[in-house]
């Protein structure tokens, strides 16, 4: 699976949207993004995923790059329960057969 | 969503214990099940890769005898821990994913082992 790259933290105030950024350049065509997110202590939750269009759903909105080297997660309006490390991941299988190799992700604080 | 359940939540037991973790998913048929460890200010580790009715695929490091996966039907995946040390201390954490492609694992919330 193609590596990720991600700040290690962010700041964001809550209510304001928060922007995370994943680099994948070496992401292959069949390859697809997921996020997901751990809250501490609690198992990783799913947020998103995608392959070559953006995708939204009631958690997030994904953009995914032209090119599929980079995406950026949105969550429209922040709330303090949002605090929690999100992962990049891309995954060949989409998602089901193979394990996640999941990197360190980016600690995303909402100040309130 | 998908649910997965975990269980239980947290265990505290003596060295030389054996361990016994179930996952169960709730309202899907899980064929794939995975499970990881976290170690504190670390990232998910997986451990292994069972599919309903067969055996398990360890990843490299990981002793298969030491940590004994059953997947024998389409709802229950269960990790046992033997001979449990202190070293293997640890956040275990499953998921499981169904038949439907492309669709992504769902994680139950983890058990907290410590072992005295």
């Known amino acids: 699976d193609a590596k990720t790259t991600q700040p290690p933290s962010m700041d964001c105030a809550e209510g304001r949207a928060a922007n995370l950024p994943c680099n994948h350049s070496t992401i292959s065509g069949n390859e697809y993004v997921y996020w997901y997110r751990q809250i501490h202590s609690q198992g990783p939750q799913y947020i998103i995923h995608?392959?070559?269009n953006n995708e939204t759903n009631e958690m997030a909105s994904l953009i995914i790059t032209e090119d599929r080297k980079s995406s950026t997660l949105i969550l429209p309006h922040a709330t303090l329960r949002d605090t929690a490390v999100y992962y990049c991941i891309v995954n060949k299988s989409g998602g089901g057969a193979d394990g996640l190799t999941f990197g360190k992700g980016t600690h995303l604080i909402i100040q309130p | 969503g998908a649910v997965v359940s975990q269980h239980p939540s947290r265990v505290i037991c003596k060295s030389g214990t054996s361990v016994k973790i179930e996952c169960r998913s709730l309202?899907?048929?899980?064929?794939?099940m995975f499970w990881y460890r976290q170690f504190p200010k670390q990232s998910l580790m997986l451990m292994a890769t069972?599919?309903?009715?067969?055996?398990?695929?360890?990843e490299q490091g990981v002793e298969k005898d030491k940590f004994l996966i059953n997947h024998a039907s389409l709802t229950l995946s269960t990790l046992t821990v033997t001979s449990a040390h202190p070293e293997d201390s640890s956040f275990y954490i499953c998921s499981a994913s169904g038949r439907i492609l492309n669709q992504p694992q769902h994680f139950g919330d983890g058990t907290r082992l410590s072992i005295l």
């Open positions: 309202d899907f048929q899980a064929t794939t």
């Open positions: 069972s599919n309903e009715g067969s055996k398990a695929t360890y």
């Open positions: 995608g392959l070559k």
